[in-house]
């Protein structure tokens, strides 16, 4: 494979956005996950183990990269209520490099330990957040998500205790592939102190290289217009994945609209627009059906921040276009996955909007109904029979032949069920590692995982 490219670039932002740190030093190192498929992108797949801990597990730098780690500066609004005092709590930025599209990539961290500002926090990670931070992120990378992607996973040998989990559990450091950890935050603290030299530095970075391609009468309007964009791909990807991320505060938002950061996250077992992740979420305020209004709400956010160096009028437009990218994204995303031809825009929505009025009706499992009409072919006999005689499915039954491909090939469709990750799925992978150290189950879900998202690939 290519060697890894490394790269410094975030260094050109200075001491406005980061603090450098010194990792956590653990007790013991035991590698339980390393993403080969995606080190392989960045040049790194070629690692031995040791040197994998030595690096994932220990931080040492990587050649060329990052000569310490950065725990980046950011503000954030966390349900609604503005907090200037976040930042990188239990995590850092370790390393930059390259990847196989010449894009800029972070490998950052989660559980490596305490920063500046971890407030009252241990900056620790418990390994069954780790591994549900694994199984999000290989399920939605499988439903073709835009996300980040779970690099490595490192048993780290620590007792912690949470009030949220049966304690003393154990504990995990975890790496991240990303591209870029720059968040709406980023630019609130920006606006917050007032600081234009730095806000215009964090706009020229983020367009220099995380968004090269975007474009606009400013370059203000030209990133906000690509933050939109961003913005209504990754939700209604959610939608048609069926997801809820259940904390999409503004400090948890990618300027390059890639998904991150997985704590109460969820499947929905049916469409519901009030199915919520987290249990401290007492309002819905990210429920399932609020994820568009939520992401527009906080792009409102990053345009007031960016108004320190900009007009209003500048970010107009960008901000206005949203919904109308979110319809739009939202019919590619649910005939992506449902793998069906496209006519035009209205016909387009028609049939979304048919598939969600079914959906609703019945509350039919979701992720059946997707396996079962994948190409726009019903497959039989299924489980669900009876729900497609439902009222509610007239006007998908007159629409679906119009877009219908053929029945797909790849023998994951012939499967009796889908690939679902409920959250009794989760604890049912996690109860051999708690009871027995047992893995396998979880690396056979993964592997399971990996199949199907062979088969949303093929066809």
Request: charged share 20%.
């Amino acid at each position: 494979m290519a060697d890894p490219i490394p790269e410094t670039r975030i260094l050109a932002l200075g001491a406005d956005v980061f603090d450098p740190v010194e990792p956590a030093r653990f007790p013991q190192h035991v590698l339980r996950f390393r993403n080969d498929r995606a080190a392989a992108q960045v040049g790194l797949d070629s690692l031995t183990d040791a040197a994998w801990i030595r690096h994932f597990g220990q931080f040492e730098p990587l050649p060329g990269s990052l000569p310490q780690p950065l725990a980046l500066r950011y503000h954030g609004h966390q349900f609604r209520t503005y907090n200037p005092d976040l930042g990188d709590g239990r995590g850092f930025l370790f390393a930059q490099v390259r990847d196989d599209r010449g894009r800029l990539m972070d490998l950052g961290t989660k559980g490596s330990g305490t920063t500046p500002y971890s407030r009252f926090g241990d900056g620790r990670l418990t390994l069954k957040g780790a591994v549900r931070e694994i199984l999000a992120t290989e399920m939605l990378e499988a439903l073709g998500v835009t996300t980040s992607r779970t690099f490595s996973v490192i048993e780290t040998g620590e007792a912690l205790t949470r009030n949220d989990e049966p304690s003393p559990t154990r504990s995990a450091v975890l790496v991240r592939l990303s591209h870029s950890h720059i968040r709406y935050g980023s630019f609130q603290r920006q606006a917050f102190h007032q600081n234009r030299e730095a806000m215009a530095r964090l706009v020229d970075y983020c367009l220099a290289h995380l968004a090269p391609e975007a474009t606009g009468p400013t370059p203000v309007a030209a990133l906000v217009d690509h933050a939109v964009k961003g913005a209504a791909r990754l939700v209604a990807q959610y939608m048609a994945a069926g997801f809820v991320h259940g904390v999409l505060n503004t400090d948890n938002i990618n300027i390059t609209g890639e998904s991150f950061d997985y704590g109460p996250w969820r499947f929905a077992p049916a469409w519901n627009a009030g199915f919520t992740a987290a249990y401290f979420d007492h309002a819905g305020l990210y429920a399932f059906g609020r994820q568009a209004e939520a992401l527009q709400w906080n792009l409102f956010q990053l345009g007031g921040a960016l108004r320190l160096i900009a007009e209003t009028d500048e970010l107009k437009g960008p901000l206005e276009a949203y919904p109308q990218r979110y319809r739009a994204a939202l019919s590619d995303a649910v005939l992506s996955r449902l793998g069906v031809k496209r006519l035009d825009a209205e016909r387009d929505e028609a049939l979304v909007a048919a598939i969600q009025t079914a959906l609703v009706a019945t509350q039919m499992d979701p992720d059946r109904f997707f396996f079962d009409w994948r190409g726009g072919v019903r497959r039989g006999p299924s489980p669900a029979e009876h729900h497609y005689s439902h009222d509610a499915f007239t006007d998908f039954l007159a629409l679906i032949p119009d877009v219908a491909t053929s029945a797909p090939s790849h023998p994951y469709w012939a499967d009796d069920a889908p690939c679902t990750m409920l959250i009794d799925e989760v604890e049912a992978l996690w109860a051999p590692i708690a009871e027995r150290d047992d893995w396998a189950p979880l690396y056979a879900k993964i592997d399971a995982i990996h199949r199907m998202g062979e088969a949303h690939r093929e066809g």
